[in-house]
């Protein structure tokens, strides 16, 4: 038998180069050759087979919050400091906090969505129709960047006159994502989360004392009429709501188009029958997830996929092993927008459940359905595109099209 090389989990992600590129190839080496992976060095375990992800991203006994973790473990070491002060949004909470605050928050987020779907989807619109015909131009930043942002900003209510203040508040405070950020993208995020949080509070003062049509003055009116939120909880997460919307969004169209322009079969089947987009979505999730992985801490000991683990220990679940395991989606790496059954976990699972899907979905839909509309002769006009050095993340700096 030849040697097997085990991986490790950085080597499976935008730190490294060649799976920067790919991660596809080694996350299926894992999967095949050490699907329950314990990488020592970063105190982590490695999950890549579908069951195992599904059923630990699922279980509501685990736990979140990376505090919980082992002393060193990876997703530990690069989070802030638990000494600092400052409120944890859901993605982090645990129970009964991660409950009481979540449920009110999304109650109102769906409400919202469905009353505005309308508006967002002519956002989308505007957005695309103002990209320039017959000249090449960066799809990312003229379409895929925009198109989250100006749809959150008017769902929570920011008013027109702050829109491009807001945005570079939002853009500079996803910096906090990456881990690599130099001292000066430090100071900007922080900067842009502080302006967002001064920004909301004014918000949220202004909408108590005259409500509007929108989600700040849905979650004050909750507030007051008892639900257990405070101001802090209310800003942090809404400002999760950017932060989480944001840049994940902005991949999913991104990858979306990228991979239908490389699939001229693909396109041609959505062209003809532009009812195929929800499909599309699903199946762009699926095969290039804007999100890599998601996390949970053990909070007992247990067997996971036949391996011991203990309580404390961090396991991280790969979304893009799942997403390709042949144990349930067959011919796992050809991208097929008629697949019938498309179960991924791109949005993870369980009571942390991507808070976003349908709002994910609604933008992604109808920015492909209206961006093929108006450019039907869309083509890629750069050289292979320059995927982002983030890690966990997936998605292009830029992609340079011509319709
Ligand atoms: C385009 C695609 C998106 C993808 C692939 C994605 C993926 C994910 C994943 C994998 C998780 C973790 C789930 C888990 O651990 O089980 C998550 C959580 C979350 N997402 Fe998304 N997301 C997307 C869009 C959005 C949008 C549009 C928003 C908000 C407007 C959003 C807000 C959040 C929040 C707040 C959480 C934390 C939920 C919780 O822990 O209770 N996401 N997302």
């Given at each position: 038998m030849a040697a097997q090389h085990t991986w490790s989990?950085?080597?499976?992600?935008?730190?490294?180069?060649?799976a920067r590129d790919n991660p596809h190839p080694r996350l299926r080496d894992l999967r095949e050759t050490c699907p329950v992976m314990r990488d020592e060095p970063v105190k982590t375990w490695f999950l890549t087979r579908y069951e195992d992800v599904r059923d630990t991203v699922n279980d509501r006994t685990l736990w979140r919050h990376w505090k919980n973790s082992e002393e060193g473990a990876l997703l530990r070491r690069m989070d802030r400091d638990p000494d600092e002060p400052g409120t944890d949004s859901i993605l982090s909470m645990d129970e009964p906090d991660h409950s009481r605050v979540r449920l009110p928050l999304a109650k109102a987020f769906y409400a919202r969505i469905n009353a505005m779907k309308p508006k967002i989807e002519a956002i989308i619109d505007e957005v695309i129709d103002s990209a320039p015909h017959g000249e090449p131009f960066d799809l990312i930043g003229e379409i895929a960047v925009p198109i989250p942002i100006l749809v959150i900003a008017a769902i929570l209510g920011v008013e027109s006159e702050r829109f491009r203040e807001f945005r570079e508040w939002s853009e500079a405070s996803i910096l906090g994502l990456n881990p690599l950020r130099t001292p000066e993208q430090t100071e900007l995020m922080e900067w842009g989360s502080a302006q967002l949080t001064a920004y909301f509070t004014e918000l949220m003062a202004a909408r108590r004392a005259e409500p509007r049509d929108d989600l700040i003055s849905d979650v004050v009116a909750l507030q007051a009429a008892g639900a257990p939120l405070s101001d802090d909880e209310v800003r942090t997460n809404l400002t999760a709501l950017l932060i989480g919307g944001n840049l994940t969004t902005t991949d999913l169209i991104g990858n979306g188009v990228w991979l239908l322009l490389r699939h001229p079969g693909e396109l041609a089947k959505l062209k003809a029958d532009p009812s195929l987009a929800a499909a599309a979505v699903e199946e762009i999730?699926?095969?290039?997830?804007?999100v890599a992985i998601t996390n949970r801490v053990m909070s007992e000991d247990r067997e996971v996929g036949g391996c011991p683990m203990h309580a404390h220990q961090s396991v991280i679940t790969s979304l893009h092993a799942a997403n390709r395991?042949?144990?349930?989606?067959?011919?796992?790496?050809?991208?097929d927008i008629t697949r019938k059954h498309v179960p991924h976990v791109a949005f993870g699972g369980g009571s942390h459940m991507c808070i976003g899907a349908p709002l994910a979905r609604i933008e992604a839909k109808q920015a492909l359905a209206r961006l093929f509309q108006?450019?039907?002769?869309?083509?890629?006009?750069?050289?292979?595109p320059v995927?982002?050095?983030?890690?966990?993340?997936?998605?292009?700096?830029?992609?340079?099209v011509q319709g």
């Open positions: 989990i950085v080597e499976t992600t935008a730190f490294d180069e060649v999730l699926r095969y290039e997830s804007p395991d042949p144990a349930v989606f067959e011919d796992p790496n050809s991208f108006r450019f039907p002769d869309l083509k890629l006009a750069g050289g292979e995927w982002r050095a983030l890690p966990f993340f997936r998605g292009m700096e830029a992609l340079i």
